[in-house]
């Protein structure tokens, strides 16, 4: 089976998000005159719940705090501006080999993708300012406001397989995170995981290849990535043999 398409994740994955996200998410709580504040400990158990909405919702269950959904929407938009401003700041770098990455299979005529939880005003913040201008297009989006239901859930991939047009075995998913993994492996597509500084130790059993990121131990290319679509145990490296760090 033939590689078309590769298909990202974006926050972990794309770059490291989560602590531009965890700390808009608490500039937002106290501008609105809020005691709230996630420590990176807490933030880490709260990213099981993907998407920011949702996450703010559980995080005030969990506190036995009321608030409706309107302000909760409130409180997520002016995070999200906060998120925006910081990217557009330079507080967040694409990780190692991304770039190349997506850039070897635009030349190679492959599909490029991008399957996501976050909201699509972060993805254009972060395509704006943090990718080389080069490799700003991609063949389809589909973001946190285009599922009813989110990582775990297939919804997003399925997505994007349709809009692509392809079946899930000519695609390989780049992710970070248990709940990206599920997604992408639910819906029958070979992941790689690159983990995440919020997602390392969690369970990738599911995943095809796990690697600190896309350039160490060695650059993942698109020969490396035909190869786990063809030869599902053709990984040279695993879980195991990642050093830290
Ligand atoms: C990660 C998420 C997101 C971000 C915050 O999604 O769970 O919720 O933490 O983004 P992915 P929003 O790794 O699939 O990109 O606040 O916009 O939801
Ligand atoms: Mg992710």
């Not at 401003?85 to 492959?110: F, T």
């Not at 859930?153 to 399925?158: A, F, H, I, N, R």
């Not at 490396?224 to 599902?232: H, V």
């Amino acid at each position: 089976m033939p590689l078309r398409a590769v298909i990202f994740d974006v926050d972990g994955t794309l770059a490291e998000t989560e602590e531009a996200h965890r700390a808009a998410f608490n500039r937002a709580f106290a501008e609105a005159g809020h005691c709230w504040h996630w420590t990176v400990d807490a933030y880490r158990d709260l990213l099981r719940v993907t998407g920011g909405q949702l996450r703010i919702r559980a995080y005030l269950d969990a506190i036995g705090e009321a608030a409706t959904p309107d302000e909760i929407a409130l409180l997520h938009r002016r995070k999200n501006r906060i998120y925006a401003d910081l990217v557009e700041s330079g507080a967040v770098q694409l990780r190692p080999g991304v770039a190349r990455l997506i850039a070897e299979a635009r030349r190679a005529g492959l599909l490029v993708a991008i399957a996501t939880t976050t909201s699509r005003s972060n993805i254009d913040a972060l395509l704006a300012h943090a990718l080389p201008q080069d490799a700003v297009r991609f063949d389809a989006i589909f973001a946190g406001e285009d599922v009813t239901a989110k990582k775990p859930d297939p919804e997003v991939y399925q997505k994007v397989l349709a809009a692509l047009g392809i079946a899930a075995g000519d695609a390989i998913a780049i992710e970070d995170s248990r709940n990206g993994l599920l997604a992408a492996t639910a819906c029958g597509i070979a992941t790689v995981i690159t983990p995440s500084v919020y997602s390392a130790g969690e369970d990738f059993t599911e995943a095809r290849l796990v690697t600190p990121d896309l350039e160490r131990p060695r650059a993942i290319d698109l020969a490396a990535l035909a190869r786990l679509i063809d030869e599902p145990d053709s990984a040279e490296y695993a879980v195991a043999e990642i050093p830290d760090g």
